[in-house]
């Protein structure tokens, strides 16, 4: 009986434990964020960081001292040690789920949907009969969409691919025709002064007008891409796969796999939205959103 009181009161003290880590990093970040050096780049970074390092350590400790099932929530240290372990096989899925089917979706839908979006900005036939049915087409679940794709390119990354550039197209295509169609009519009319043809006024004008919206569409596509993907491997997919994964180490109860798998598809997105967030910077430098 006293070793399970003990036992009782040390898994309460890990508890206690979290509640104060929690309350002393919720004083600092706060402290930080109001603080004379808020704004500066170390603070900025500083924030995120130890946000992010507390809510680990409170759930390292709460899972423990509660004594949470693995098949509810299992601790970070156990998600770490399977993803140690597991890197070959968390790499051969990163390179099925997101290089080959998110990754090659994204270039062709993104790219379609920006073709197509300088065609939709030259024909108002094209605007009005081809963006509703965008709409409806983008409303359509996923869900529904994934198993007749798959059924149609195949069990390999082709169907993932097709899955993603459905998902991915019509975002970008609204984002690109709003962008394109963001120019005033003084601006139009100056460059028709200046005897501008249709394609000199798009490269000097146009385009470099609609570049913030473009860019909004590619990074939320980056998210959809690779949702798509994961998504579409539930319903079909050779044995390997973030999707495939998942789902089998579900019917395993291995959740430290899936948690691991959950951690490689967040920083794949992590890392891919950045990317796009930083060519943005670069490309879109002269635009007030860019400027600190």
């Known amino acids: 009986m006293g070793t399970e009181e003990g036992l009782g009161g040390a898994r309460m ?23 004379p050096q808020a704004g500066t780049r170390p603070v900025r970074l500083a924030v995120p960081l130890i946000f992010g390092a507390t809510i680990l350590v409170v759930w390292e400790l709460v899972v423990r001292g509660l004594e949470v099932p693995l098949v509810i929530l299992p601790a970070p240290s156990l998600i770490a040690a399977r993803f140690a372990g597991s890197l070959p096989i968390l790499w051969a899925d990163f390179v099925q789920t997101f290089v080959k089917g998110a990754l090659s979706g994204y270039l062709i839908g993104c790219g379609a949907a920006f073709v197509m979006a300088v065609a939709v900005d030259r024909s108002e036939f094209l605007r009005l009969g081809l963006l509703p049915v965008g709409n409806f087409v983008a409303a359509l679940p996923i869900v529904g969409t994934a198993p007749i794709l798959v059924m149609w390119f195949g069990f390999d990354w082709q169907s993932k691919a097709a899955v993603v550039v459905v998902m991915v197209f019509f975002p970008m295509l609204v984002n690109t025709v709003a962008g394109l169609r963001e120019t005033t009519a003084m601006q139009r009319d100056l460059m028709e002064t200046y005897a501008a043809s249709y394609w000199q006024s ?44 998942i789902s089998t180490s579900v019917g395993q109860l291995a959740l430290d796999m899936v948690w691991a798998e959950i951690v490689v598809a967040a920083l794949a997105g992590t890392l891919f939205y950045g990317l796009v967030a930083l060519i943005e910077h670069h490309v879109t430098f002269w635009h007030p959103s860019q400027r600190r």
């Open 202 to 245: 798009f490269f000097k004008l146009r385009l470099p007008a609609a570049m913030p919206f473009i860019f909004n569409g590619l990074k939320i596509s980056t998210t959809l891409a690779l949702i798509g993907a994961i998504v579409a491997e539930f319903f079909g997919s050779p044995t390997l796969g973030m999707g495939f994964r």
């Open 13 to 35: 003290m890990l508890v206690l434990v979290a509640l104060l880590v929690w309350g002393a990093a919720w004083w600092l970040n706060t402290r930080l964020a109001e603080g």
